[in-house]
């Protein structure tokens, strides 16, 4: 099994479902399918190869959401970055990833002339935000305008889908490594558990960050139910 298998389902059942909603802005399961496969399309016309990491540090938005789906469609690896990190710690875990984009939103593109100069790997920084990019940067809905929509890459159900780094309370942190397996055998019975349906309603109040509000982010994907998402 493999995470777009997930929303493939989700676009012939629940089509003209709501999948998220974001300070007034909508997206059926139809139009979320469409757009994280037109992400992943502008990442690969980025130079990106599978197994690249793609990091994000951001508040909760819809198209973090997105970047959970998009960049394991492309064959890539998510790596989400806490959002109470010194910039340090940010480095360390950019660095140790190994992570070729970073996608950042309004709030954390004041602390990248901080990062920046120490980033090893990092080629390109997309900013998640409305409106026009930052000097230096590409805009998210840049990469996916003119993108045709691409197919799911041909990855292993044990191909890495997402890096989330430990807390690092005795030590530095380290990258907790999660196939497409760990993510969907752990959504799918997490679902039923909490009763998940496709008319059950998500609130994303946790950091989007944290496996806490991953697992649920995966776990209502496999229900075609529909993601509430705040700051």
């Not at 041909?154 to 760990?182: F, H, P």
Request: aromatic share 8%.
């Amino acid at each position: 099994m493999k995470i777009s298998s997930t929303i493939l389902r989700n676009m012939q059942v629940n089509g003209g479902g709501t999948a998220t909603i974001f300070a007034g802005r909508e997206h059926s399961w139809l139009q979320f399918g469409e757009r994280i496969a037109r992400l992943a399309a502008g990442l690969t016309n980025l130079g990106l190869q599978g197994g690249d990491r793609v990091a994000v540090l951001s508040l909760n938005n819809d198209r973090y959401m997105e970047s959970y789906f998009g960049v394991p469609w492309g064959g890539f690896v998510l790596v989400p970055i806490n959002t109470r990190l010194a910039p340090p710690e940010i480095e360390f875990w950019l660095n140790d990833s190994g992570a070729t984009v970073l996608m950042v939103d309004e709030t954390f593109v004041p602390m990248l002339p901080k990062i920046q100069d120490q980033l090893e790997t990092v080629k390109h920084v997309v900013f998640l935000g409305d409106g026009p990019a930052p000097e230096g940067m590409l805009s998210f809905e840049g990469l996916l305008d003119g993108q045709s929509a691409m197919a799911a890459a041909e990855s292993n159900s044990d191909d890495m889908a997402i890096l989330l780094y430990t807390g690092g309370t005795t030590g530095r942190s380290k990258g907790v490594m999660l196939s497409q397996n760990n993510v969907l055998f752990n959504a799918l019975q997490f679902a039923p558990t909490v009763g998940y349906r496709n008319n059950s309603v998500y609130l994303h109040a946790a950091p989007m960050f944290h496996i806490a509000d991953g697992t649920c982010t995966y776990a209502i994907a496999t229900a075609a139910g529909t993601s509430v998402i705040i700051p």
